[in-house]
Each structure stands twice: as C-alpha cells, then as structure tokens.
C-alpha cells in the first residue's frame, strides 16, 4: 500500500493526517538506526509534556473556531 492510499484510509477514519512525523524527521538531525529513530518518534510524540500541549492547542483552536465544550453544556442544563 502506498502513503497517500494509507493516508486516505486513516482521513476516512477520522485521522488527522496533514502532519505526520517519519523517521526521515529524526534522520535529518542524527545519525541513527530506523529502529532507533521511531524509538525517538514514539517517545516524543507520547512524552506528557507533549500530549499536554496538544490537547491545550486543541482546547485553544475549538474556543477560537466557536466550538462549545460539552463540559459547558451541563452548565445550561442547571
């Protein structure tokens, strides 16, 4: 299967694909193995300090695009 056929899969399944990291990203800076670049791929991508900046653009972008949290929505209810 080629990437942009992969790509389309994931699309289909609700996949963000505009942005995905390989290990050529980590090869261009450093001198390693695949294995050892994906190690430093999932190990970046998965650090929490990551994870926390990603769900802050998140909650940052859907306030900025009018999205209501559903965490809000109780508060109508009351």
């Known amino acids: 299967m080629d990437t942009q056929k992969a790509k389309e899969i994931l699309l289909k399944a609700g996949c963000q694909v505009d942005n995905l990291w390989t290990i050529h990203d980590v090869h261009q800076n450093y001198e390693c193995t695949d294995d050892q670049a994906m ?10 300090a990551t994870m926390e900046q990603i769900w802050f ?3 940052f972008h ?11 929505q109780g508060d109508d209810e009351k």
């Open 39 to 48: 190690e430093v791929l999932i190990q970046a991508l998965t650090n929490d």
């Open 57 to 59: 653009a998140v909650d």
């Open 62 to 72: 859907a306030k900025e695009n009018g999205l209501k949290s559903k965490e809000d």
